[in-house]
């Protein structure tokens, strides 16, 4: 095959070969490899069960450097090191360290996806001169992860495949585009990340390295090793390619502060949030957007990142709102912005921006009354949360519990104020304004299975009735689910002492719910909501 650079992309490639005992050391540094306590410290490994055999998953470098590997049996590396520190595999807690690495790499380009379970892949074309150039930005990235306590591998090339194939054979390296094929030439197969199955077979047939496979015919491979094994290799030469799939969207606009020594004081970090704000407001005016979602993120020097997120019902256009949303935002903060040791790098996005249309504003006062509720729904949501502000919206169904839908009241959609509520009428409500959810089951004695209640017991108190209006016969949706549940009958108590209910019998007796020899087979009674 020949390589033929099919565009200027350019693929960073990140490998954490020790990422699951990185995790424990960063936890419990011990001796580091070298170190006058090194020897003293037992090799140490993380262990999974794999085809109902235990195996090392992944080892420190004491482990490393006494000829421990992964994929080994347990019970192999036991024999070698009987005074084996063996710790077990927790892949969710690695997964979380995995993503936290992610999010700190974000400061260098927001496409960032995994790759694997030790594994991230950073798209950084057009990044790059921010930094200085190529291999500069390698330098800090790898010496930063490197001072974190991680192991790292990276490689720069201009296709995924080929990135990931250099971390894993020739970490370092930065490949110019249309060098690929000859960059991955020399590296063994298994750096191009295909299922040990092909591996396998690529090695009994003498296949060794990336350039043996090249130099066999793409029809033989295909025939034996299936079209998509082609493409991996089309795309490791740089003949081909296909993008990275980032595990956040990018966001419409962002601008960021960078601090060449980190900063921890909230007179330093207000500020420079206020100057963000101002600078992407400016930015979204040009192009006639507003913000509807914004995200400020708080890059500590030790690689822990905070982000903070506010939402906007209308599109935000103007600084004193940015200022006021996240100034109520960090108030209202369980747990307050820890700076650690400072930050060194402070950004603010626009996560999602709509059009906006402007509109001729006269001198009468109430035209800015939906402007004014709007704000003060953003700041109440800044404050309490997006989902404690909500908005009922009504909907065409006749089960009570369904006949209002809580909505967010930044997610309204806009035609929300035609929705048509039922006309009131002068007599009392029929039902209560409140319900219970879920509705709680009460004790009922009646005259007849299918009357009215004469008294019940609702949370340990008994209540007798004076008064009884109904039933409001309510039958389920059936057209909505398989089991629709049964008919309800409504009724409006009122006790002795003045208080009205709302209760219903859940089932019909002797239709729905059939009577029993020994008593039993009798409707249940369920509280649904009290009267004001």
């Given at each position: 095959?020949?390589?033929a650079?099919v565009n200027r992309?350019?693929i ?7 990422l699951?005992?990185?995790r ?9 490899v070298?170190?006058p ?6 090799p ?8 109902n055999?235990l ?18 049996p347990l019970?192999?590396?036991r ?13 969710h807690?690695?997964?979380?360290l995995?993503a ?10 927001p496409?960032v996806?995994f ?9 950084i074309?057009?990044?790059?001169h921010?930094f200085?150039?190529e291999?500069?930005l390698?330098?800090m990235?790898?010496?930063?992860l490197?001072?974190?306590?991680f ?17 894993r ?22 750096a191009?990340?295909?299922?040990e ?8 047939a003498g296949?060794?390295?990336?350039g ?8 033989e491979?295909?025939a034996?090793f299936?079209?998509a094994?082609i493409?991996?290799l ?14 956040k969207?990018a ?9 060449a020594e980190?900063v ?5 970090i207000?500020?420079t949030l206020?100057?963000l704000?101002?600078?992407l407001?400016?930015?979204?005016e ?7 979602q914004?995200t400020?993120?708080f ?5 822990a990142v ?10 935000v ?11 109520e935002?960090?108030?209202a903060?369980?747990?307050?912005l820890?700076?650690?040791f ?7 996005a626009?996560?999602?921006?709509v059009?906006i249309a402007e509109?001729?504003?006269?001198f009468?006062t109430t035209a800015h009354?939906a ?12 404050r309490?949360?997006a989902?404690r502000?909500v908005r009922?919206?009504?909907?065409n169904t006749h089960?009570?519990e369904r ?5 967010p ?16 009428a002068d007599?009392p409500?029929l039902?209560?304004?409140r319900?219970l959810?879920?509705p ?6 009646a005259?007849?299975?299918?009357g ?14 004076a008064r009884?209006e109904?039933p409001?016969r ?10 629709p549940?049964?008919?309800?009958d ?5 006790d002795?002492?003045g208080?009205?209910f ?12 059939m ?5 039993g087979?009798?409707?249940?009674w ?7």
């Open positions: 095959m020949c390589a650079s992309r350019r960073l490639g990140l490998w954490l070969p020790r699951p005992t990185d424990i050391e960063r936890k419990s540094p011990g001796p580091s070298g170190s306590g090194e020897s003293s410290r037992p140490r490994v993380v262990a999974a069960k794999r085809d055999a195996v090392v998953v992944a080892c420190d470098a004491c482990a490393t450097q006494g000829g421990l590997m992964p994929g080994m019970a192999t590396a024999a070698m090191h009987p005074s084996l520190d063996v710790i077990d595999h927790d892949p807690a690695d997964a979380a995995l936290s690495v992610a999010d700190w790499c974000d400061r260098f380009t496409l996806a790759d694997g379970a030790d594994g991230l892949l950073l798209d074309t057009g990044c790059a921010l200085g150039d291999a500069e390698l330098r990235l790898t010496t930063a490197t001072r974190q306590g192991a790292v591998s990276a490689a720069i090339a201009g296709t995924a495949v080929a990135a990931r194939a250099l971390t054979g020739a970490p370092g390296r930065i490949v110019a585009p249309g060098e690929e094929a000859a960059a991955v030439a020399p590296l063994p197969v298994a191009l990340g295909v299922s199955a092909i591996v396998r077979g690529l090695c009994r296949l060794t390295t990336i043996d496979v090249l130099a066999r015919q793409p029809s491979l295909a034996r299936g079209e094994f493409a991996v089309r795309q490791a030469t740089g003949e081909d390619d296909a993008p990275i799939s980032p595990r969207p966001p419409d606009y962002v601008v960021d502060k960078r601090f980190p921890a004081t909230t007179e330093v207000l500020p206020l100057a704000a101002r600078l407001i400016a930015a979204m040009r192009s006639g957007k507003g913000a509807r914004l400020a993120s890059f500590r020097s030790d690689g905070r982000s903070l997120v506010v939402e906007a019902g209308q599109p256009t103007r600084v004193e709102v940015v200022q006021r949303l996240f100034a935002r960090l108030d903060l369980a747990d307050p820890d700076p650690g400072g930050y060194d790098l402070i950004r603010l626009a996560s999602r921006c059009a509109a001729q504003r006269g009468d009354q402007e004014d509720v709007a704000l003060l729904a953003d700041t109440l949501s800044a309490l949360g989902r502000v009922y919206l009504p909907q089960i009570p006949a209002a839908l809580a909505v009241v930044q997610h309204c959609p806009p035609d929300a104020d035609d929705a048509p509520w039922p006309a009131r007599e409500p039902r209560p304004l319900l959810q879920p709680e089951p009460i004790e009922v004695l005259g007849v299975p299918d009215p209640p004469a008294q019940f017991t609702w949370r340990r108190v008994l209540h007798r009735v009884a109904g409001e309510i039958a389920m949706e059936w057209w909505r689910a398989a089991e549940g049964l008919t309800r409504y009724f409006r108590i009122e002795e002492s208080t009205r709302w209760l219903y019998r859940d089932g019909l007796y002797g239709r729905e719910v009577p029993q020899p020994d008593g087979g009798q409707p249940r369920y509280m649904h909501g009290l009267f004001a």
